[in-house]
């Protein structure tokens, strides 16, 4: 499981009129180069690149989990949605790899700590429990995700990132939709799909 600290009250409560267009200048540091007066040149804040190493490790760690579950589940709808996870996060990382590059933003290819010991976990279980305990980490993981695809399309300063982000947002909302239907499926219950989110415009 994933663990970040992210400013979610201000996801949850920024005016929508700073949605209406991309990039930050508001957040710019007095030290941000400029392309000229009032325009930053590419430049990623703390916010980008926070954002590209959160969801970096998290594509990796999705492939990973994929890769196992699409072995090891014995659910025939885990393992289609393993396979989706698996194809999806391997696209989405190398969007993220082009869109990053312009800023020199390294985008991490490892899953973090946790997610590695959440891998460690799922190898140890077989059958009904392995296909329980793999959904229930998807579960988690999208919601974590939406929240800071939505962090970065407000906080963000590079418009290249923020729309990557825009563009990524209903894939995962789609992916907890399914997540949700498999778990009702599979286990019986079903989490929240999304937290509650601004619209963007």
């Known amino acids: 499981m994933r663990t970040f600290t992210i400013p979610t009250a201000a996801v949850l409560l920024t005016a929508s009129s700073a949605f209406a267009q991309f990039g930050n200048p508001a957040g710019m540091m007095p030290e941000t180069p400029e392309a ?16 590209v190493k959160l969801l970096g490790m998290g594509n990796a760690g999705e492939v990973a989990a994929g890769r196992l579950a699409g072995s090891r589940a014995r659910h025939a709808g885990v393992k289609t949605f393993a396979r989706r996870m698996v194809d999806d996060h391997g696209g989405a990382a190398r969007r993220l790899e082009a869109v990053a590059k312009p800023l020199n933003l390294p985008v991490p290819t490892e899953p973090d700590p946790d997610q590695k010991a959440a891998q460690a976990r799922l190898e140890q279980l077989e059958g009904a429990a392995f296909d329980a305990a793999y959904l229930q980490a998807q579960l988690v993981d999208h919601q974590k995700s939406v929240i800071l695809l939505h962090w970065v399309i407000s906080n963000g300063q590079d418009a290249g990132i ?27 219950a079903a989490g929240p799909v999304d937290p509650p989110v601004v619209a963007h415009r």
């Open 36 to 51: 000229r007066p009032g325009v930053p040149a590419p430049y990623a804040n703390v916010q980008d690149r926070l954002f």
């Open 162 to 188: 923020q729309s990557f982000a825009k563009e990524t947002l209903p894939a995962v909302q789609d992916h907890l939709r399914h997540v949700q239907a498999l778990m009702a499926e599979v286990t019986g």
